[in-house]
């Protein structure tokens, strides 16, 4: 099982960037993709989340109206696309996954995923 994230960089304020998480090797098409971010010093802090079917979505307060998550199945890939993007936007993005179809919440949290890919740092300069 393999999450593969990519799309991070340096960027500044007000740019975008589109983050992308490749999933492969799940025995199961069943799970829900997160995306969530660290900043140093800080805690982690889900970002944003999206259901199997997409019909269930989370997206943090901090972020509403700026970013955008969706998913391609056919392509096993989920997105995060990142918009008006801030300096306190800066953080290391993980997404990861839920094959054992978590409560929602615990989903949000992180506390539920079982499969977390390697971070991609994105930086924002003021």
């Known amino acids: 099982v393999q999450l593969q994230a990519s799309g991070g960089g340096l960027v500044q304020a007000g740019g975008s960037l589109r983050l992308s998480c490749a999933a492969s090797?799940?025995?199961?098409?069943?799970?829900?993709i997160g995306w969530f971010r660290q900043a140093p010093g800080k805690e982690r802090e889900g970002v944003s989340c999206?259901?199997?079917?997409?019909?269930?979505?989370y997206t943090a307060d901090s972020v509403k109206g700026r970013f955008t998550i969706s998913r391609d199945n056919a392509k096993n890939t989920v997105y995060l696309q990142m918009n008006s993007l801030k300096p306190e936007d800066t953080a290391v993005y993980y997404c990861a996954a839920d094959t054992r179809r978590s409560a929602w919440s615990s989903v949000i949290s992180g506390v539920g995923m079982d499969y977390w890919g390697k971070g991609t740092q994105v930086t924002v300069s003021s």
């Open positions: 999206i259901s199997r079917s997409g019909g269930s979505r």
């Open positions: 090797g799940f025995t199961s098409d069943y799970y829900s």
